[in-house]
C-alpha cells in the first residue's frame, strides 16, 4: 500500500466517522448542557480516552479477531502487514465472512433510514419512499434472504455472517431506541444526577452508536492501525464539536443525507468483496468524499437561501 493510498483511507474514514457520529453529538451536546464546566473537561479527556482506544480502537481488532480466531489476539493486529503465506491466507479466508456481515449491516441501516426514519429529504424519491414505511421490513427480509442463498452458493459461512450482520443491526437499533428514551428521561431530572453519572450515561450511549463507524471501516481497510488512527481522529474532531458549537453543525440539514448515503454505498461494496469482486482500494473513500461533498454543497445552498433552517421532528412510522 502507498503512503497516497494511506493518507487517503486515513482522512477517509476521518470524515465517515464525523458524519456518521453526527447524531451522537447531538445527543452529548444536549446532555453536556446541563453539566458543568468541569464536567464538561472530564468528559473530553475521559470520554475521549474511552471513544478512540476502547471503542473505536479495540472493538475492530476483536471483530477481527473473532473472524479469524486462529491468528490469536496480537496476531489480528499486525496480520495485515504478515508476509507470512499462513497468516494472509486465514485474513483472505476470514474476510468474506466479515464483510457480508458488515456489508448487511450497514445496507439494512440504510433502508431503516429511507424507509422509517425523519429527514430533510434531499433526494427525489425520499418523501414516496417515506409513505411506504411499512414496506422496511419487507424489503431486509427480501434482501437477507438473497444475500444467504447467494451466499451459500459460495460460503456457508458468508450466510452465517451475513444473518449475524441483519441480528447485529435490530439488536443495535434498540440499544439506540432505548438510548433516546432516557436522554429525554434524563434530561427531565438532570438536576438531580451528578456529572460522573452522565458521563458514564454519555459513554455507553457512544459505544451504542460506534458500531456504525467500526463495521463501516472495513469496507475502506482491514489494517487495524489505520482504522485506529482514521476513527480516533475523527472521534476526537466529533468531540471537539460537540463542546465548541453544535448548533453550527445541525444547521446543515443535509449531511445526516450524506452520511447514510454513504453508509449505503460502503455495505454495498463490502458485500461485493464478499462475493469476490474486485474493487480498487481507493474507491470507499472517494465515494465517501464525493457523497458527502454534495450533500454539503446542498446544505450550504440551503442555509443561504434559507438561513433559520430547522431539524425535522421525530414521528412515529
Same mark, same amino acid.
Given at each position: ?9 486515513v482522512?477517509g ?10 447524531d ?11 453539566? !458543568?464546566?468541569?464536567?464538561?473537561q ?5 470520554g475521549?480516552?474511552? +471513544?478512540?482506544?476502547?471503542?473505536r480502537g ?11 480466531p486462529?491468528?490469536?489476539?496480537l496476531g489480528?493486529?499486525t496480520?495485515s502487514?504478515s508476509?507470512d ?9 476470514s474476510?468474506p465472512?466479515?464483510?457480508? =456481515?458488515? @456489508? !448487511? ?6 433502508f431503516h433510514?429511507?424507509?422509517?426514519e ?6 427525489i ?8 414505511g ?11 434472504? !438473497?444475500?444467504?442463498?447467494?451466499a ?5 459461512? $458468508? ?6 450482520g ?6 443495535s437499533? =434498540?440499544f439506540?431506541?432505548?438510548?433516546e428514551?432516557? #436522554? &429525554? ?13 452522565k ?6 450511549i457512544?459505544?451504542s ?8 471501516? *472495513?469496507?475502506?481497510? *482491514? ?10 481522529? =475523527?472521534?476526537? +474532531?466529533?468531540?471537539?464539536l460537540t ?6 453543525v &445541525?444547521?446543515?440539514?443535509y449531511? &445526516?443525507? @450524506?452520511? $447514510? ?6 455495505g454495498?461494496? $463490502?458485500?461485493?468483496?464478499s462475493? @469476490?469482486?474486485?474493487i ?6 472517494? +465515494? !465517501?468524499?464525493?457523497?458527502?461533498g454534495?450533500? *454539503?454543497w446542498k ?7 434559507t438561513?433559520h433552517c430547522?431539524?425535522? #421532528?421525530?414521528?412515529?412510522?
Amino acid at each position: 500500500m502507498d503512503w497516497f493510498s494511506v493518507v487517503l483511507i486515513v482522512f477517509g474514514l476521518a470524515l465517515f466517522e464525523i458524519i456518521i457520529s453526527i447524531d451522537n453529538a447531538i445527543i452529548n451536546a444536549e446532555v453536556l448542557s446541563t453539566m !458543568t464546566k468541569k464536567g464538561k473537561q472530564w468528559f473530553l479527556l475521559w470520554g475521549m480516552l474511552v +471513544a478512540v482506544f476502547l471503542v473505536r480502537g479495540l472493538l475492530p481488532w476483536l471483530i477481527l479477531w473473532i473472524s479469524t480466531p486462529n491468528l490469536g489476539f496480537l496476531g489480528s493486529f499486525t496480520a495485515s502487514f504478515s508476509s507470512d503465506p499462513a497468516v494472509v491466507k486465514a485474513v483472505k479466508d476470514s474476510a468474506p465472512i466479515l464483510l457480508a =456481515g458488515g @456489508g !448487511t449491516f450497514l445496507v439494512f441501516l440504510f433502508f431503516h433510514w429511507l424507509f422509517l426514519e425523519p429527514k430533510h429529504y434531499g433526494l427525489i424519491g425520499e418523501k414516496f419512499i417515506q409513505t411506504f414505511g411499512v414496506w422496511f421490513f419487507a424489503v431486509v427480509s427480501v434482501l437477507l434472504v !438473497t444475500i444467504v442463498w447467494l451466499a451459500i452458493r459460495c460460503n456457508p459461512l $458468508m450466510a452465517l455472517g451475513a444473518v449475524i450482520g441483519s441480528s447485529a443491526f435490530f439488536i443495535s437499533h =434498540g440499544f439506540k431506541e432505548n438510548a433516546e428514551q432516557a #436522554e &429525554k428521561r434524563m434530561l427531565e431530572k438532570s438536576s438531580t444526577m451528578s456529572d460522573i453519572s452522565k458521563i458514564f450515561y454519555l459513554e455507553v450511549i457512544d459505544m451504542s452508536f460506534s458500531i456504525d463507524g467500526v463495521l463501516g471501516a *472495513f469496507a475502506f481497510t *482491514f489494517v487495524i492501525p489505520l482504522i485506529l488512527v482514521g476513527n480516533g481522529i =475523527g472521534a476526537i +474532531a466529533v468531540r471537539q464539536l460537540t463542546v465548541a458549537n453544535i448548533d453550527k453543525v &445541525k444547521k446543515y440539514k443535509y449531511l &445526516k443525507n @450524506g452520511a $447514510m448515503y454513504s453508509i449505503f454505498v460502503l455495505g454495498c461494496v $463490502m458485500l461485493c468483496h464478499s462475493f @469476490g469482486l474486485h474493487i480498487p482500494d481507493w474507491f470507499s473513500p472517494f +465515494a !465517501t468524499f464525493c457523497i458527502i461533498g454534495y450533500f *454539503f454543497w446542498k446544505s450550504l445552498k440551503a442555509l443561504k437561501e434559507t438561513p433559520h433552517c430547522s431539524l425535522p #421532528e421525530k414521528h412515529s412510522s
